[in-house]
């Protein structure tokens, strides 16, 4: 039986009997429901933010600015990819050489980046025995929770004269470049705090996300032999697996992976003319593609883009019903969402040795460094990087 008095028009429960005692209890289990959600990082489970995030899109006059900015590939071309054409097998001094270059203008930029090398040794097929790999992970922010993570394999496969321009010399060479161009503002947004305010393209206030860049260079993505589970991606297997099972900086109640919003893995990028699909698959970052999809239409038709003749001549929108063997594998399988930017078909060089400078395509690079730009410049929020 309900117990109850009158009180100035409120009607207020008594807290003898039965029924007080289930309101004290669930009074005592909403507080400590409360109490948990403040701990993992304010209202709600820090780690769905991901899945509500949104871009800070660009207005068609920043976003113009901004392209014709970065339009210029030329320094790209010989300070960063250059030095990269070269065989650089897993455990070569070629492949060294290619490292050190990649570590030395990460650590060079103004941003002030955190560079890690993930070194491990793992057995590959008779006759080349244990090998030692080398991941480099590079974190603009290691205070942040939440991670966009670009990411690439710089290793080569063990083919003589094999330079691997496309496969993949320039996805590595793109993400050092974007991380130039935005070095400015990257540096800007690294030291500022979630709770900070900031305004939108509207002029209304917002909040910072807690969230910061990571880049990662994958060693070992090639197989020695035939492609096989345990004869490929080494490097992504390998940290897949650190980064589940070590606890996460800021919430020791979660595990680093758990900081990954999305990871855009960049294969097979540089030969004329690729079609990026939409890889439908549970854990596809389909919101993102239809993003790179838009940002290209509308660069077309501002007549931004090089030798480019229709509104999405990249990223087409085709649907592909599965999903290609990548570095991205491991972690898909753990719940990371993916954005897989790979042409299908792959270029007509892929796995040969004319897969080199000469069969790269200028115009169609600069237009995947203006295009991916601009997506990191918004997912990132990079307009409200101001002084």
Known sequence: MLNSSSSGGFRVLSSSGPTGKMVRTAILLFVGVCVLLLVRGGSGDWTEEKNKHTLRKLTESKLEKLVKDVADIDYMWKNLLKPMLRERVPGTQGNQFVRQHIISQL????????????TFTDSTPWPYGDVEFVNIIATLNPQAKRHLTLACHYDSKKLKGFIAATDSAVPCALMLNI?????????????????????????????EPDLTLQLIFFDGE?????????????????????????????????????????MVLLDLLGAKNPTFPNFHFQGSATK??????DIEKNLHAKKLLEEHYSSNQYFTGRQYNG??????????????????????????QWHRVTDDEAHLDKPTTANLNKILTAFVYEYLHLASARK
């Not at 991380?179 to 909040?207: A, F, Y």
Request: charged content about 30%.
């Open 107 to 118: 650590r060079s930029l103004q941003a002030g980046w955190t560079v890690d090398e993930d």
């Open 288 to 293: 993102w593609y239809d993003r790179l999809k």
């Open 323 to 348: 999903r290609i063997e990548d570095d991205h594998i491991p972690f898909l399988e753990r719940g990371v969402n993916i954005l897989h930017v790979i042409p299908a078909p792959f270029p007509p």
């Open 179 to 207: 991380v130039r161009n935005l070095d400015s503002q990257l540096g800007i947004i690294k030291n500022k705090l979630p709770s900070n305010t900031c305004l939108k393209e509207d002029g209304t206030s917002c909040k």
């Open 222 to 262: 090639e197989a020695f032999r035939d492609w096989t589970s345990t004869d490929s991606i080494y490097g992504a297997r390998h940290l897949a697996r650190q980064l589940a099972d070590t606890p996460h900086e800021q919430d020791p109640s979660r595990k680093m992976l758990d900081g990954m919003d999305v």
